[in-house]
């Protein structure tokens, strides 16, 4: 199962076990779920659901994980049993949630996982139905897990694959942010030494939605070409840096590994080397 889906393909696409989620994210997003979404979809928080946050984003970052078995819980609040198609959606190309809602089911174990192509927006271009208001549903049995089944790193982890040249980090971050020329979010701005930045947009076409696998494999080819063929990717938070492992994983790529703390953690750690590029 290709992990993008169009929004001309949900609309033939079977109801019988497919769950839709909005990922939409955003200071007071709910009210907003709730005057309009695909019908049927039920809401994912990305601060209450998808990421457990911590009192010092130092350890672990803006948007740690949750224990494995907190996300079991809430898989069963949101009506998720084994097998389910899920299929996840949000404002902005996957880039907000929906591709870590995306990362965290399959590493969770599920195998029919897809994000929506151009998201919300596409959906209503493409005449997807809408409804508006709470979805009932039914909870499910919780799921028993042992831990995450995905590649995760840790900062020391990061710390020593780049000093013995053993991995390529990729920054997905925006290159200003990259460069160290201004910082929105984290305290400060700059990179992880020998990093390497292919911002997360480069994996969308104008319009907005992916670009084609063949076209995907072969922009990280030669990207890539003189680098280290372990992969590790960051951004921010851990967050939109599983847009590029979706987008590795659509290309045919091996699934790289990801590193949750990312900028927001590495750039608070207490002696922590930050490049920045004049």
Known sequence: MSPIISPSELKNLPSENLIILDARAGKDIYPTYLTKHIKGARFIDLDKDLADIGEDAAFGGRHPLPAVEKFAETLSGLGISEGAHVLVYDDKNGANAAARAWWMLKSFGFENVQVLDGGIQSAEKEGVEFSSGEEIFEKSSVIKKEGWLLPVKELEDVENEISNDSSTVIDVRDAYRYKGESEPIDLVAGHIPGAINIPFSENLDENGNF???????????????????????????????CHTILALEYAGFPTPDLYVGSWSEWSRREGKEITKES
């Open 211 to 241: 670009l084609k696998p063949e076209v995907l494999k072969e922009k990280y080819t030669e990207l890539l070409k003189d680098q280290p063929q372990h992969l590790i990717i960051h951004c921010g938070s851990g967050v939109t840096a």
